[in-house]
């Protein structure tokens, strides 16, 4: 199994910016890419970013140049540095490892932004 942490998420004002962490642990090696998805209250959880094994990294329109995902593999971690915040991002975020056969989620941090 993989276990996810995040962390980061607080209050802010709009404008201000944050950086997520998802610490990484356990059967790491079966992990094809990570991502970021969010879900405000009420919405679906959305896809936010993600990143493969090679480096490539894909976003969402509305976090496109707001955002960047990123990963110190020797940390096992993955960040998520969010600038320009609007309070339209706030929600709870997740990070998501996925593995050939089996998908893994964070117990998510919550990002308010006002």
């Known amino acids: 199994h993989v276990q996810l942490v995040e962390s980061g998420g607080v209050a802010v004002q709009a404008g201000g910016s944050l950086r997520l962490s998802c610490v990484v642990s356990?059967?790491?090696?079966?992990?094809?890419?990570m991502s970021w998805y969010r879900q405000a209250p009420g919405k679906e959880r959305e896809f936010v970013s993600s990143i493969e094994d090679d480096g490539r990294v894909s976003y969402a329109d509305s976090v496109k140049g707001r955002f960047t995902i990123s990963q110190d593999s020797a940390k096992n971690t993955l960040y998520l540095q969010m600038n320009s915040l609007k309070p339209e991002d706030s929600a709870m975020y997740y990070c998501?490892?996925?593995?050939?056969?089996?998908?893994?989620w964070g117990q998510g941090t919550q990002v308010t932004v006002s």
């Open positions: 356990g059967y790491t090696y079966c992990i094809d890419d």
């Open positions: 998501k490892a996925s593995c050939p056969d089996e998908q893994y």
